[in-house]
């Protein structure tokens, strides 16, 4: 599965989701020339930065300080991220629960689950997209 930036504030990287702790500051130089500004950080792991020109999103991987490497994010919305991972069940029953109507509550249950296996917690959830859809 792809990395993504799922917007505002969460990393997914090799099959795992992860909180990002807001920076700004220097993120390094794109490869278009232009400034990278620092989004935030992931314990001090893997940065995240976007160009000031370009607006291309990457993250910057260390290892004890030491840069590994690093790649492009593709940015989405906190939906758009669940439709990839999630049946339509699942989603739909997420969904319902978020709008305070009855919900297959099996479905609900795998799609927790399946939250919990990449490090997403339900409430987290629900309560993105309790914003998203108060938008």
Known sequence: MRSYLIK???LFFENRAYRIEPANGFGGFCKCGGFMNQLGWVNNWVMIAECESCWKVEAFVYDNFKFVKRFELEVIGII???KEILTESELDSIFRKVKGLS???????RAKKKLEEINLDINFILNELRTEFSK
């Open 8 to 10: 505002p504030s969460t």
């Open 80 to 82: 758009d991220f669940l």
């Open 103 to 109: 919900y297959n509550y099996s479905s609900f249950s």
